[in-house]
């Protein structure tokens, strides 16, 4: 089992960057699948990127070109560029391990970070 932490939300203007971590705790954070997760208010929560083992990557349509996904699996990190933001990706943001797809969360939930884009 891991524990995760994000980080690195905050309040920009549509057109600006962002930078989010997770820190997980716990043994074998290698071997597993992570993925970055969102949820807006009043909305369900979704699968944003997702980043295996060995740096394979994968994106939902609405952030693809936008955002990059990445991995340091020696500080047991993951992290989430995002460019270009709009207002639409306004959300808490959350990471987890994946299970058998790249959307499906495997472990318990972070409190999450919150990205909030307006002018």
């Known amino acids: 089992q891991v524990q995760f932490v994000e980080s690195g939300g905050d309040l920009v203007q549509p057109g600006g960057s962002l930078r989010l971590s997770c820190a997980a705790s716990?043994?074998?954070?290698?071997?597993?699948?992570m993925g970055w997760y969102r949820q807006a208010p009043g909305k369900q929560r979704e699968w944003v990127a997702g980043?295996?083992?060995?740096?394979?990557?994968n994106y939902a349509d609405s952030v693809k070109g936008r955002f990059t996904i990445s991995r340091d699996n020696a500080k047991n990190t993951i992290y989430l560029q995002m460019n270009s933001l709009k207002s639409e990706d306004t959300a808490v943001y959350y990471c987890?391990?994946?299970?058998?797809?790249?959307?499906?969360?495997?472990?318990?939930w972070g409190q999450g970070t919150q990205v909030t884009v307006s002018s």
């Open positions: 716990g043994s074998f954070f290698s071997v597993y699948a």
């Open positions: 987890n391990a994946a299970g058998r797809t790249w959307s499906d969360p495997l472990r318990s």
């Open positions: 980043i295996g083992p060995a740096g394979t990557t």
